[in-house]
T-cell receptor, first 113, second 112 residues
Framework: GDSVTQMEGPVTLSEEAFLTINCTYT??????LFWYVQYPGEGLQLLLKATKADDKGSNKGFEATYRKETTSFHLEKGSVQVSDSAVYFC????????????FGSGTKLNVKP | EAQVTQNPRYLITVTGKKLTVTCSQNMNHEYMSWYRQDPGLGLRQIYY???????DKGDVPEGYKVSRKEKRNFPLILESPSPNQTSLYFC???????????FGSGTRLTVV
C-alpha cells in the first residue's frame, strides 16, 4: 500500500544552518506530495506541495522537489531560524484513491540561537 | 478569515460520560475529516466525510461517531469515552484532497 517514510528526529541545528529533512514515499501512479508544519500547540499548516514529477514546491524559504526516479520529496531550507522550530510532516495523496491522505510520522526540528 | 474551528480546545472528562467535540469550517469545503495524534503513532484518521450525509470510517473508528447534517459542521461524538481515547484531536477540511487540508487548532482530550 501507499506510505510515507520520514527521517527520525529530533533534528537540532544552529541558526542559519542548512536544513534537509528526508522524505521518501511508496505509491502507485503519480501521487501528490505535501509538507505540513506543526508549531507547538497548534494544528498542522500546509507548507508546500507538488503535484507532478519534477515540480518544486516552495514557501517561506522552504523548498522540496518531487523526484519520481528516487521516490523522494526532501524538504530543504538554506538558512533556518529559531522560529522554524516545529514538527514537519511529509504526506501524500494517491492518484488512485483521492479519499485518503498518508502522513509520515513527523520530524521535530529544534533550532538553537 | 478562512478557518476550521474546533471546540473545546481542552477537555477533561470521566470514563463513560458522553461528549461531543464540535468542528466547523467557513470555506464551503466538501471534504472533512477527524484525526487523532498520539506520541509515536503520528496522525491516524478516525472518520471522514465527502459531503453532507456521506461519512465513512478511517483507520481507527472504534468508539467514535460522526454526523454531517450540514456542510460546514462535522462533530465528533464519543458515546462512552475511555482512557485510551485520551489524545490530541484534529478536524480538517478540504475542497478536494489534491489541494491539501486546512486543519483546526486541535482539541486535547483527557479521559480519567
Amino acid at each position: 500500500g501507499d506510505s510515507v517514510t520520514q527521517m527520525e528526529g529530533p533534528v537540532t541545528l544552529s541558526e542559519e544552518a542548512f536544513l534537509t529533512i528526508n522524505c521518501t514515499y511508496t505509491a502507485t501512479g503519480y501521487p501528490s506530495l505535501f509538507w505540513y508544519v506543526q508549531y507547538p500547540g497548534e494544528g498542522l499548516q500546509l507548507l508546500l506541495k507538488a503535484t507532478k514529477a519534477d515540480d518544486k514546491g516552495s514557501n517561506k524559504g522552504f523548498e522540496a522537489t518531487y523526484r519520481k526516479e528516487t521516490t523522494s520529496f526532501h524538504l530543504e531550507k538554506g538558512s533556518v531560524q529559531v522560529s522554524d522550530s516545529a514538527v514537519y510532516f511529509c504526506a501524500l495523496i494517491s492518484s488512485y484513491n483521492f479519499n485518503k491522505f498518508y502522513f509520515g510520522s513527523g520530524t521535530k526540528l529544534n533550532v538553537k540561537p | 478569515e478562512a478557518q476550521v474551528t474546533q471546540n473545546p480546545r481542552y477537555l477533561i472528562t470521566v470514563t463513560g460520560k458522553k461528549l461531543t467535540v464540535t468542528c466547523s469550517q467557513n470555506m464551503n469545503h466538501e471534504y472533512m475529516s477527524w484525526y487523532r495524534q498520539d506520541p509515536g503513532l503520528g496522525l491516524r484518521q478516525i472518520y471522514y466525510s465527502m459531503n453532507v450525509e456521506v461519512t465513512d470510517k478511517g483507520d481507527v473508528p472504534e468508539g467514535y461517531k460522526v454526523s454531517r447534517k450540514e456542510k460546514r459542521n462535522f462533530p465528533l461524538i464519543l458515546e462512552s469515552p475511555s482512557p485510551n481515547q485520551t489524545s490530541l484531536y484534529f478536524c480538517a477540511s478540504s475542497p478536494g484532497l489534491t489541494r491539501g487540508y486546512t486543519f483546526g487548532s486541535g482539541t486535547r482530550l483527557t479521559v480519567v
